[in-house]
């Protein structure tokens, strides 16, 4: 597995110059997507809806709006 490229605009071009807030999206060689994000597991897990389930292995991270937002323009639709 492989990192195959960037979705959406880099940290820097959404403003992060510090490398301190720096979420991003990444598509992968096997068609995943891998996301860095803040780690949130402990503040989210009891929150999750009855149908949603975490692996132990899992953890829920959070990225901001502008992230998601400048990245679906090169979400592909297949």
């Given at each position: 597995m492989k990192?195959?490229?960037?979705?959406?605009?880099?940290?820097?071009?959404r403003g992060s110059v510090s490398g301190q807030?720096?979420?991003d999206i990444f598509e992968l060689s096997d068609g995943n997507f891998a996301v860095i994000g803040t780690e949130a597991?402990?503040?989210?897990?009891d929150q999750l809806p009855p149908d949603a389930g975490r692996a132990d292995y899992?953890?829920?991270v959070v990225i901001s709006r502008e992230t998601l937002l400048r990245a679906k323009a090169d979400i592909p639709d297949a």
């Open positions: 990192i195959v490229r960037r979705i959406g605009a880099s940290p820097r071009e807030t720096c979420p597991t402990a503040d989210l897990d899992e953890r829920i």
